[in-house]
């Protein structure tokens, strides 16, 4: 493959900056711009030994006094020949010196083409690949201790196993039925039920497991609803720690969805401030109630707040008529730094999470998070890396569960051995998608496109 090079760190001031290089290439072209302060050439040097040296743009014009590494193929990221320039993080000098790695044979990389070569250059399968960008957009800890174990292969093993499983399953098949004169021994039915109740035992594991690591990657949707002007602004504002939302005593502030992410103790919420809901004449402010409606349907929590200042109004009956039927609500009872005009005792029954706070005072705000909390606990059963986080994995698992459950009642209703055949192979088809044995180069390219530059 031609030589790929790209700055792989922020293009903002920093301490370091760093100038990665990949390809067969790599290491003569930054042999040729940096010339080690002990003498002789970066190309001698041990593999991944920091030496420090000048670099030198492709006119000999002096760049930066700097470190550089190199690591020959196979023992790399990539499996290639890498090189790494760790420069002062001037972004100007960056843009100076990859310019000079072009006028010396580079080319820039696309996004996520380092992570791409390691794959297509077995350093790596599409679970650990794809745990690469999972593990620079965690913004939990619970992320991140996943996307790290499925770096180091969590994944990859526990499909492994069941694969091997499988794989051995269909060579006895295929055995029996190609060659029939032969003395090979029969498979027992009860051992085709047990390699296809673990292997579905464990798929139905690990495909369940996607609830929870879509949470850690999206955040659990959250609603903030109410009447307006009652506070769900800020709320927001409160739980994210800064004004992200106007606040205003005018009601009807807010005319659309506004979102952000938190992080709240470890749980990562997708907070949705909504419009009020009330009936009105104003155009916009319909559109804006539509989207508060839809923001409800696609909820998996909803904080209903109410004003404990002010008496409850038909208003307010419209939003808890709007809410009876979900799952995880929480009442907020908002202004506690007022006097109040009702109690907790005052709503209707049949919420079980009832909160009172203030957002002026920032009272009640850990009540209110420990309550979340235990709606959403956090499942401690299932270890680190083995939950999947991915669509596009968690659909392939699905696939593959789906053809082995087939294949169990084929077996129990007396199909023949070909028909369980086909639906084991199908599972195994879908298993290699999980980790790339089996995909298209189109679609390995989108998956890559995600990445940043430069990883």
Same mark, same amino acid.
């Given at each position: ?8 760190? %922020?293009?903002?001031?920093?301490? /370091?900056? /760093? ?26 040097? %041990? ?10 743009? !492709?006119?000999?014009?002096? @760049? ?32 100076? =010196?990859?310019? +000079? ?28 690949? !794809? ?10 800890? &619970?992320?991140?201790?996943? &996307? ?20 051995? @399953? ?15 021994? !029969? ?20 495909? *369940? ?9 999206? =955040?659990? %949707? ?32 807010? *005319? ?11 749980? @990562? ?13 104003? %155009? ?10 839809? &923001? ?72 209110? /998070?420990?309550?979340?909390?235990? #709606? ?9 890396? $083995? ?10 698992? +699905?696939? +593959?569960? $789906? &053809?082995?459950?087939?294949?169990? *009642? ?17 599972? #195994?088809?879908?298993?290699? !998608? ?7 180069? +189109?679609?390995?390219? *989108? ?9």
């Amino acid at each position: 493959m031609d030589t790929i090079a790209a700055i792989a760190t %922020p293009l903002a001031p920093s301490a /370091i900056g /760093i100038l990665r290089l990949s390809g067969e290439h790599a290491i003569s072209i930054v042999s040729a711009l940096f010339h080690p302060f002990a003498g002789g050439s970066l190309s001698d040097a %041990p593999n991944r030994k920091l030496i420090y040296g000048t670099f030198y743009d !492709e006119t000999g014009c002096v @760049l930066d006094h700097c470190l550089a590494t190199i690591s020959r193929s196979p023992h790399s990221y990539t499996g290639e020949d890498t090189a790494e320039l760790q420069c002062h993080g001037s972004p100007l000098l960056l843009a100076r =010196g990859l310019e +000079a790695l072009f006028a010396m044979g580079a080319r820039q990389a696309r996004p996520g083409e380092f992570t791409k070569r390691a794959f297509l250059n077995g350093q790596m399968d599409l679970t650990q690949a !794809e745990a690469v960008i999972d593990l620079i957009d965690a913004q939990t800890e &619970a992320a991140s201790r996943n &996307a790290s174990a499925q770096l180091a292969g969590a994944v990859r093993l526990k499909i492994g196993g069941i694969y091997d499983n499988l794989l051995n @399953l269909t060579a006895q098949f295929h055995a029996l039925l190609d060659y029939p004169e032969e003395d090979i021994e !029969e498979i027992d039915e009860s051992q085709i039920e047990d390699t296809l109740q673990n292997a579905i035992d464990s798929l139905g594991a690990l495909s *369940r497991s996607f609830q929870q690591g879509r949470l850690f990657t999206q =955040g659990i %949707p959250t609603a903030i609803v109410g009447r307006p002007n009652v506070g769900k602004s800020s709320l927001l504002n409160a739980l994210l720690g800064y004004e992200r939302a106007i606040v205003s005593s005018v009601p009807g502030t807010t *005319r659309d969805t506004v979102e952000e992410r938190v992080s709240l103790d470890g749980l @990562l919420l997708r907070l949705i401030d909504t419009a009020g809901l009330r009936e009105t004449a104003d %155009p916009i402010e319909q559109m804006g109630t539509e989207r508060t409606r839809h &923001a409800l349907a696609e909820a998996e929590l909803i904080l209903a707040v109410f004003d404990a200042s002010e008496p409850i109004l038909p208003e307010d009956n419209r939003v808890l008529d709007a809410i009876q039927n979900h799952k995880n609500v929480i009442l907020i009872r908002n202004k506690s730094d007022l006097p109040a005009l009702w109690e907790e005792r005052d709503l209707p029954a049949g919420f079980a999470h009832i909160c009172t706070i203030s957002t002026q005072q920032l009272e009640g705000l850990d009540t209110l /998070i420990h309550q979340i909390h235990q #709606l959403f606990p956090k499942d401690s059963t299932i270890p680190a890396g $083995e939950i999947l986080t991915n669509a596009r994995q968690a659909g392939a698992a +699905a696939r +593959a569960l $789906e &053809a082995l459950e087939t294949a169990q *009642r084929d077996l129990q209703t007396g199909m023949t051995p070909d028909a369980i055949l086909t639906g084991v192979e199908d599972a #195994l088809s879908h298993l290699g !998608e999980i980790t790339g044995a089996t995909l298209q180069e +189109a679609l390995v390219s *989108r998956i890559f496109e995600r990445f940043c530059v430069g990883k």
